[in-house]
């Protein structure tokens, strides 16, 4: 059973701190392209950031400088962060963890499974 479960989202003002989990379990997330994601009302989703198998990291440039993926590697299981710092009102968003179809990371990977999100407010 593929899961993917986010925590972490809430409100805080601007300049804030944030940190975003994910517990991925059901797959062998460890040979896995890993990713975050978001979607602001109105706009489409975007990619925020990305972590690969041999955990080299790729930003989009909005947030270079002020987030931080990373990974744990368990057998069967995998937690993926995501450390926002800085955080600015347009951060705002749900935010949602994906995994790749392939240990592949770059602009065309496709990202196959999916968390449910967590909401992240900046005033």
């Known amino acids: 059973h593929v899961q993917l479960v986010e925590s972490g989202g809430g409100s805080v003002q601007a300049g804030g701190s944030l940190r975003l989990s994910c517990a991925a379990s059901g797959v062998t997330y460890s040979t896995r392209c890993m990713g975050w994601f978001r979607q602001a009302p109105g706009k489409e989703r975007e990619g925020v950031a990305t972590?690969?198998?041999?955990?080299?990291?790729?930003?989009a440039d909005s947030v270079k400088g002020r987030f931080t993926i990373s990974k744990d590697n368990a057998k069967n299981t995998l937690s993926l962060s995501l450390q926002m710092d800085s955080l600015k009102p347009e951060d705002t968003a749900m935010y949602y963890c994906a995994a790749g179809g392939s240990w592949y990371c770059g602009p065309s990977a496709e990202f196959v499974h999916w968390g449910q999100g967590t909401q992240v407010t900046v005033s």
């Open positions: 972590i690969n198998v041999d955990g080299s990291t790729s930003y």
